[in-house]
């Protein structure tokens, strides 16, 4: 039986920790692909067109979103950014596992488009004290940015039913929350769900 990719869906609020996290899981998985994203902004000095980004019009971006070609998307500066569906399966049909760290509401999207494929992983702080005192940390913000940050946040913990995993990610434990999402990955293929070929006409062929 050939196994098919999961796209493992990563988010969490700001001071969660997801992209470093992320980066240490891509440091000691490195056979799990990330896709380049699709954008509508012009290419950059030095940027190449399907390894930086999927450079493409806005007009097509629109056209991709419509056909529910597009798993994921938001605007930034005037211009479309998202992750193209037919990248998404192009990894996962090769057999490889992809990564998306992406905010919840994009997470949302992609549950909604490809179902079962998808699990969805959400990166938390050990509690709200915690994840009050990571966003001060960075002392960049004013009392009103940090206040906006704080109430998305509980916004965004309020959807973790619509997640597979809650993983906390303890300060300082970078590479112990890397494993235990790794632990998760690897138990994602043994679900009924991506096992049920193997058991459906088990001895038929006997």
Same mark, same amino acid.
Do not use: W
């Given at each position: 039986?050939?196994?098919?990719?999961? @796209?493992?869906?990563?988010?969490?609020?700001?001071? $969660?920790?997801?992209?470093?996290? +992320?980066?240490?899981?891509?440091?000691?998985?490195?056979? =799990?692909?990330?896709?380049? $994203?699709?954008? =509508?902004?012009?290419?950059?000095?030095?940027?190449?067109?399907?390894?930086?980004?999927?450079?493409?019009?806005?007009?097509?971006?629109?056209? &991709?979103?419509?056909?529910?070609?597009?798993?994921?998307?938001?605007?930034?500066?005037?211009?479309?950014?998202? =992750?193209?569906?037919?990248?998404?399966?192009?990894?996962?049909?090769?057999?490889?596992? &992809?990564? &998306?760290?992406?905010?919840?509401?994009?997470?949302?999207?992609?549950?909604?488009?490809?179902?079962?494929?998808? +699990?969805?992983?959400?990166? @938390?702080?050990?509690?709200?004290?915690?994840?009050?005192?990571?966003?001060?940390?960075?002392?960049?913000?004013?009392?009103?940015?940090?206040?906006?940050?704080?109430?998305?946040?509980?916004?965004?913990?309020?959807?973790?039913?619509?997640?597979?995993?809650?993983?906390?990610?303890?300060?300082?434990?970078?590479?112990? +929350?890397?494993?235990?999402?790794?632990?998760?990955?690897? $138990?994602?293929?043994?679900?009924? $769900?991506?096992?049920?070929?193997?058991?459906?006409?088990?001895?038929?062929?006997?």
């Amino acid at each position: 039986m050939k196994r098919e990719g999961i @796209i493992f869906v990563i988010s969490g609020p700001s001071g $969660s920790g997801k992209g470093t996290v +992320c980066e240490e899981l891509r440091r000691i998985n490195p056979d =799990t692909a990330i896709s380049v $994203s699709a954008t =509508t902004r012009s290419p950059r000095e030095g940027e190449v067109d399907g390894v930086s980004y999927h450079f493409i019009t806005r007009e097509r971006f629109e056209e &991709l979103i419509e056909k529910g070609e597009v798993l994921e998307y938001t605007q930034y500066n005037g211009n479309y950014y998202g =992750t193209l569906r037919s990248e998404a399966e192009k990894i996962i049909s090769d057999g490889r596992d &992809l990564i &998306l760290e992406i905010e919840v509401d994009g997470g949302g999207q992609v549950k909604r488009l490809m179902g079962d494929r998808v +699990c969805g992983i959400m990166l @938390i702080a050990p509690d709200a004290a915690e994840q009050e005192k990571r966003l001060r940390g960075r002392g960049t913000e004013s009392e009103d940015v940090i206040a906006g940050r704080l109430a998305r946040a509980k916004a965004e913990i309020l959807e973790a039913p619509n997640y597979d995993y809650i993983v906390i990610n303890e300060t300082g434990k970078t590479a112990e +929350c890397a494993a235990d999402i790794m632990a998760i990955m690897r $138990s994602a293929h043994y679900a009924y $769900s991506r096992m049920k070929e193997v058991t459906d006409g088990y001895f038929d062929n006997k």
